[in-house]
């Protein structure tokens, strides 16, 4: 049971780059997140999904795409990387229908510098 | 919309001083409230948690928050804290079954604890 996996640990982009920043959970939970954590800012929410094929919008969510075709996995991904997407960035996962378990669990997370 | 208010964004301790860090929540609906810890170049842990019944509810390593309906707070406390006790601390709120389990964070407080 490994929990919530988030590749790539660290990742240097360049101005304009994309790429996907990759989370699974073998929890078999239903919802999943993302934030990005910024000093001061504490963590926001940039999307979420309550289910396959279901995905919103949270808090902070211009420049960034999700997708969710399987319970697993949540990809997020980044269109043209800028500079003020430079983060750290958590990938999360919460409640099993089956399960009493009502708390998030997080991923060691992907620190993103954008050049 | 949920809000997370937690006052202190740095709290400077002495090894084996009594802490409290505070945490306001401004919700419609009830609640669950929940207390992360981040220990440096790492994901969040889960803390503690109040979902119902007791108002006071206690970790394993020594920290208790109370939740107080009437005055929107879950604050967290300790009564002797350790070296090791330095991280950031975040304050967490989500709405119960009905709602979203995706959970609504404060901007952190950083404890740091001298020797």
């Known amino acids: 049971n490994a929990g919530v996996t988030q590749t790539p640990k660290f990742q240097v982009l360049k101005t304009g780059q994309s790429m996907t920043l990759q989370c699974a959970q073998d929890m078999n939970h239903e919802y999943m997140s993302w934030y990005r954590q910024d000093p001061g800012m504490g963590l926001r929410l940039i999307h979420y999904?309550?289910?396959?094929?279901?995905?919103d919008q949270g808090e902070v969510p211009n420049g960034y795409n999700v997708s969710r075709s399987t319970t697993e996995d949540f990809p997020l991904r980044l269109l043209s990387a800028a500079p003020s997407q430079t983060s750290v960035y958590f990938c999360?996962?919460?409640?099993?229908?089956?399960?009493?378990?009502?708390?998030?669990?997080f991923g060691q997370g992907t620190r993103l510098t954008v050049v | 919309a949920q809000s997370v208010t937690q006052l202190d964004s740095q709290v400077p301790v002495f090894e084996e001083a009594p802490v409290e860090l505070r945490c306001n929540y401004s919700s419609s609906v009830s609640v669950y409230l929940f207390w992360y810890v981040q220990y440096p170049n790492q994901g969040l842990q889960l803390l503690l948690k109040y979902l119902s019944g007791s108002t006071l509810v206690e970790s394993i390593n020594g920290f208790e928050a109370e939740f107080n309906k009437s005055q929107t707070s879950f604050h967290l406390r300790k009564p002797s804290v350790h070296i090791s006790d330095t991280a950031e601390y975040f304050c967490a709120v989500s709405d119960k079954p009905g709602g979203s389990y995706i959970p609504t964070f404060g901007r952190g407080t950083s404890l740091i604890v001298h020797p």
């Open positions: 999904s309550v289910g396959a094929g279901i995905t």
């Open positions: 999360a996962s919460s409640y099993s229908p089956t399960g009493l378990n009502t708390e998030a669990f």
